[in-house]
């Protein structure tokens, strides 16, 4: 059974070394009002390295349910958005598309690793999910309003199913990743 600190050099490699990667996840955040996890948000990912991503949006609002949002730097310095015959660009520092750049496994895992830096973290467990095999990371950030984070990583390939974030109040957010492709993308694959 590998430590946790292990474990989470194991899944930074495998991510640093997957070249291309798609993956459809659920995203669920707390709601301000409520203090409830609100409504279930569907995405699709494609990813190429170093920076090419495509998101779909399966499942979010009715507005956004099918918006396709691209960024291909090479072809194009603005992040580019359509729905139907509707287009749009956004500067990539736009606040309004924040989190499209939030979404790739190379942030997600830099991300972790800046909450894991000094954290308590209990021993890694293996158990079932989905019908797979996981190890169940979990760890108590040290100096950061997320006081826990639940990790769950396919025994096999290393790649996430599962990442709760948890504070004072209870679970803040939920990554939930329901499948994985590992498809030969291009550069030419991230444009309209």
């Not at 991510?15 to 990667?21: F, I, Q």
């Not at 749009?88 to 309004?96: F, Q, W």
């Not at 989905?130 to 826990?148: G, H, K, M, S, Y």
Request: hydrophobic share 35%; aromatic share 12%.
């Amino acid at each position: 059974m590998p430590t946790p600190q292990q474990l989470m050099q194991q899944f930074a490699q495998k991510v640093a070394r997957t070249r291309a990667y798609r993956y459809t996840w659920e995203f669920q955040e707390r709601d301000a009002k409520t203090g409830k996890l609100g409504e279930k948000q569907v995405y699709q990912l494609e990813f190429l390295q170093p920076h090419y991503r495509k998101m779909t949006i399966i499942q979010r609002d009715l507005f956004s349910n099918g918006a396709v949002l691209i960024y291909n730097p090479d072809a194009d310095p603005k992040v580019q958005a359509r729905k139907g015959v509707i287009r749009r660009e956004y500067e990539p520092n736009d606040p309004e598309i924040q989190r499209f750049f939030e979404t790739d496994l190379g942030y997600i895992v830099k991300d972790l690793q800046r909450l894991f830096r000094g954290a308590k973290a209990d021993a890694v467990r293996r158990a079932q999910h989905r019908q797979r095999e996981v190890f169940t990371l979990r760890f108590a950030p040290a100096n950061d309003p997320v006081q826990r984070v639940d990790c769950l990583l396919d025994v096999r390939d290393l790649m996430p199913w599962r990442i709760e974030y948890a504070d004072s109040q209870g679970v803040r957010s939920l990554r939930v990743f329901t499948e994985y492709a590992f498809p030969t993308l291009k550069p030419d694959d991230f444009k309209f």
